[in-house]
């Protein structure tokens, strides 16, 4: 398989990080949609990240039905989304209020980059929609004592926060702190330690 996209992207990281903890053997091509959007456009017309280019040459455009590919190719008890209800539908959950998190993150930032004069009014929803989120997910990390999200193994809503967190704190430096957020400051910085993330992990790059 192939992966497009720089891991400084949530969305491409989170793939990133299953493909190798799935031992999943793949290429990565770390591409910029802004400088190499003329090698995106014949594998993804969106030219967006991340894109998954498949064995067969088929290409997977969005992160979660990426991720439920990679599921197929696994036994269910290695599977990083939980099998069963009502835990399956919790994690799914808490990755869709991560990845939503992410995107209003990146809506932010090129609001930033590319508007001018800049909407104070966008500024502001962005702002309070990601704090909210955040308080989501800090009432209910914080009920859960075990070392991960939803028990001992790392899952899908483990990754997909973290990486939404490290996303936001490099584009976003002072935003939202995470000393309001400590199950989440502890949980970011418990994932950012683990080997894999270490590895697949790009610091924050604007593009030009």
Known sequence: MILIGQYDSPFVRRVGIALTLYNLPFEHRPWS?????????????????????????????????????????VAAEHRMFPTDEPARRQALKIAALATGLGDKAVSLFYERLLHEPISDLWVERCRKLIEGV???????????????????????????????????????????????????????ARLEALPVFRTVSQPFIPPA
């Open 134 to 188: 955040m308080a989501v997910l800090e009432a209910d990390r914080s009920t859960r004592p075990e070392t991960y999200w939803f028990g001992d193994r790392i899952g899908h809503a483990d990754i997909a926060v973290a990486a939404a967190l490290r996303f936001l704190g490099e584009a976003h430096p002072g935003l939202a702190s995470l000393t309001a957020f400590p199950a989440l400051a502890a949980h970011a």
């Open 33 to 73: 949609t802004f400088g190499d959007a003329d090698k995106f456009r014949p594998y993804n017309p969106l030219t967006r990240v991340p894109t998954l280019v498949l064995d067969n040459g088929e290409v997977l455009i969005e992160s979660h039905a990426m991720l439920d590919h990679l599921d197929g190719l």
